[in-house]
């Protein structure tokens, strides 16, 4: 598995990890930067000083165990629903893609998407708040209408690499789709 | 080109034997469905072969051979390689494994190949000879969990026969494994010539409940379209057509639900059986909301009939609409004054609110007329709970209605003054500026008016105008009031509608069994040293509604199309070479 360090579009680091199976059967994983100690530290304090201020004021211990609370369950939601730690990108020629994201908590959202009804993928830009990125994404198409594009799927939404990461999947990413008969 | 070995799991430690399946049409592909063990007569299986071919529709055939040599068989090699000659298939496939390794091993024989004698390996993986692709055939095998995939039941079974080669592969996987099931009846119990490997092998699963439910559904059918066919004829009588019950019945929420049930009652007790799984979902997401409907209704009615609530409810309920009364009575008082400072005409003021007044006195001898007969009245309405919580929430409903019902005279006189005035003043607007409302071209025209009916015009134009804000008060007041009431009314409404249409049974089964809803596979993992024992992984997936693929999209700006529930695959992209 060949590891190379890029960075995303905030300016990151970020990892790919390409795995190539076969001639026609490559995976990708991009992995984000791990939870900083410093951000942890900050979210906490900030609640912790916010609850403290409000039992100066009102002298309920109530509002102490509230804060706790609400800092546990805060970082829980946050590990299990939030931050994402890879994003793995599987190509099989012939027989699909699978797209798949998973959780810093050990939680794993996968998709499969069949061969028959990928178009293409494609880097494509996108305009995200003041910027305009580049994305990697999945054109579909129904059966019937072959020309048509039915959809699209954007592809390591959460890590967001820059283009020169995105270049080399797609390499090898239409090295494969072209064998398709 | 890749050829494609879709593999059953149940299958990964079989005995040696023969591979029955299918070959896909129109894609270079494969589903293993049973392994058939040695020792056969080849007669016996082709006959085998050719029942279950009459009984499923699908073309089976023997796909090739399977090896799992154990310590005392040795020499297979030979025997498999002379199989082929009996069986003729275009392609014969030898897939073998070998116990303690991971690995598969597969070589294809074309039937070319078989006459000349010789035979050349295809080997899976080739890295040194990457040039000389086109010489080496690449296999991909995919494992699937049989049990989940012919338990699936999206996918139309029955649908585009005609249009097999247009039809996904992994769809028609699905469907050729749904339609074998006369394959998987023989289980290893069975005194048959044939020995066969498959996901039954074990022994039929089966629940008891789901047996004893569905030989019972057709006599409870039968038992339940006969009152039903009795209450049709019954709702179906002239009577209720004439014009008092007719609007009553259509304004009676009692009534409409009532309907509604019975229209969910019919299509239960139909005779036939459910034509697709989306029809059967249907009925079955009735039934089980007719049962939640009366078990909620039910313990309603215990809760109602002990502790002598019912009496406390009607002994609570007249002061109650007494008190209304007074406040309405307050609020009138109010109104004839000076409300929130405004100053009314005093003369509309006190005939308006006398008017009012007259009537809520009215009502209230009514209410005082029934109070000795409401409790029983309660009694024999919380009876109704015993049909199903829906029931007593429409005679809630109504209840309110009829109570309420000098509420709704007061917004209808207010509305109707209103409409009158506004109407009148829009009309004398437009002969103070000399216009009229021409109703053949539906525009203002021009009119040239008299000096009397302009001077007649004038008064009556400035009368309204200084008449319309008592009016338009009370119009606002009494509109307000009658907010409150259907506000009131729309929550109770909407629980029964909410009881009606929500779906249970999809739900439950969405919770309790995902893959009989899967259309197509969610998920490959890969199997091979470095990864870890996979879990089971079961996507949301769309309920009751149309059947057929859609496009998978996530938080991509597009269309949302609810992702599909979908059945686990393991591939396997790597075998070793041989």
């Known amino acids: ?181 | 080109m890749v050829l494609k070995i879709f593999f059953p799991q149940c299958c990964n430690l079989a005995d040696s034997g023969l591979l029955v399946g299918r070959w896909i049409p129109g894609h270079d592909s494969a589903v293993v469905l049973a392994v058939i063990h040695y020792p056969f007569i080849p007669a016996q299986v082709k006959q085998y072969i050719q029942q279950i071919q009459r009984q499923s529709g699908e073309e089976l055939a023997v796909l090739g051979s399977w090896s799992l040599p154990k310590e005392s068989q040795e020499g297979m090699e030979s025997f498999l390689r002379d199989l082929s000659t009996i069986f003729p298939q275009e392609r014969w496939l030898q897939i073998s494994r070998k116990m303690g390794k991971m690995g598969f091993t597969c070589q294809i024989l074309s039937r070319s190949q078989r006459a000349a004698g010789e035979e050349r390996e295809k080997q899976s993986r080739s890295e040194e000879d990457g040039e000389e692709e086109e010489e080496k055939e690449k296999v991909v095998f995919v494992h699937y969990d049989q049990k989940k995939v012919m338990l699936s039941r999206l996918h139309p079974v029955h649908m585009e026969d005609t249009q097999t080669a247009a039809a996904s592969e992994l769809r028609q996987v699905f469907q050729t494994v749904a339609r074998s099931q006369p394959l998987f009846l023989l289980d290893r119990y069975d005194d048959g010539p044939l020995r066969s490997t498959h996901w039954q092998t074990e022994g039929r699963e089966g629940s008891i409940l789901v047996e004893l439910l569905k030989r019972a559904s057709v006599p409870l059918c039968l038992l339940l379209s006969w009152p039903m066919s009795i209450w049709t004829r019954f709702c179906r009588l002239r009577i209720f057509r004439i014009f008092p019950l007719s609007v009553l019945s259509s304004k009676l929420s009692t009534c409409i639900q009532l309907s509604h049930r019975s229209e969910h009652m019919r299509s239960i007790s139909a005779p036939g059986a459910a034509s697709s799984h989306i029809e059967f979902t249907r009925k079955a997401n009735t039934v089980v909301s007719v049962l939640v409907d009366v078990a909620l209704g039910i313990l309603l009615m215990t809760w109602l009939y002990r502790d002598e609530h019912v009496a406390t409810l009607a002994s609570a309920l007249v002061p109650a609409a007494d008190r209304v009364a007074t406040e309405l009575e307050q609020l009138l008082q109010w109104l004839m004054g000076a409300p929130a400072g405004l100053k009314m005409n005093r003369a509309l003021d006190q005939v308006l609110g006398r008017f009012f007044l007259y009537h809520i006195h009215l009502w209230i001898s009514y209410i005082h007329l029934l109070s000795p007969s409401v409790e029983q009245i309660l009694w024999y309405g919380g009876l109704s709970a015993g049909l199903g919580l829906t029931f007593a929430l429409s005679l809630l409903s109504d209840m309110v209605a009829l109570l309420t019902f000098h509420i709704y005279c007061f917004y209808v006189y207010g509305a109707r003054l209103y409409c009158m005035k506004v109407y009148g003043l829009s009309s004398l607007w437009r002969l103070f500026r000399g216009k009229k409302w021409n109703v053949l071209r539906q525009r203002v025209d021009s009119c040239s008016y008299d000096l009397d009916q302009l001077f007649i015009g004038m008064l009556l134009f400035t009368i309204l105008l200084f008449l319309l804000p008592t009016t338009a008060l009370y119009y606002l007041v009494f509109t307000l009031l009658r907010l409150v009431v259907v506000l009131f009314q729309g929550v109770l409404h909407l629980s029964v509608d909410f009881i009606n249409s929500f779906p249970l049974f999809a739900l439950g089964q969405r919770i309790c069994q995902p893959y009989r809803l899967a259309d197509q596979p969610s998920e490959l993992q890969r199997r091979g040293p470095d990864v870890p024992d996979p879990r089971l992984q079961l996507l949301p997936q769309r309920l009751v509604g149309r059947a057929g693929q859609k496009a998978v999209c996530r938080r991509a700006g597009v269309s949302m199309e609810t992702q599909e529930l979908q059945s686990r695959l393991r591939t396997e992209p790597r075998a070793t070479g041989c």
């Not at chain 1, 994201?101 to 998407?113: D, H, K, L």
């Not at chain 1, 019937?144 to 080399?168: H, I, M, T, Y």
């Open chain 1, 1 to 181: 598995m060949e590891e190379e360090t890029f960075s995303d579009i905030r300016g990151q680091p970020i990892t790919l990890g390409c795995q190539r199976h076969s001639s026609f059967c490559t995976e990708f994983t991009v992995s984000s930067p791990k939870v900083s100690i410093g951000k942890v530290l900050a979210s906490t304090c900030s609640v912790w000083l916010l609850a403290y201020l409000l039992f100066f004021f009102t002298q309920n211990t109530a509002v102490l165990s509230s804060a706790i609370l609400v800092t546990l369950v805060g970082m829980v939601l946050h590990i299990h629903f939030v931050k994402v730690d890879h994003e793995s990108l599987l190509v099989i020629g012939s027989l699909g893609i699978q797209v798949s994201s998973s959780y810093a908590s050990g939680r794993e959202i996968t998709s499969f998407i069949e061969m028959g009804r990928i178009k293409d993928i494609v880097i494509n830009e996108a305009v995200y708040m003041h910027q305009i990125i580049y994305h990697l994404c999945v054109l579909l198409r129904e059966p019937a209408e072959p020309d048509a594009v039915a959809g699209v799927v954007p592809l390591f939404q959460s890590s967001k690499p820059r283009l020169g990461c995105l270049v080399k999947v797609y390499r090898s990413c239409q090295e494969i789709l072209s064998k398709v008969p």
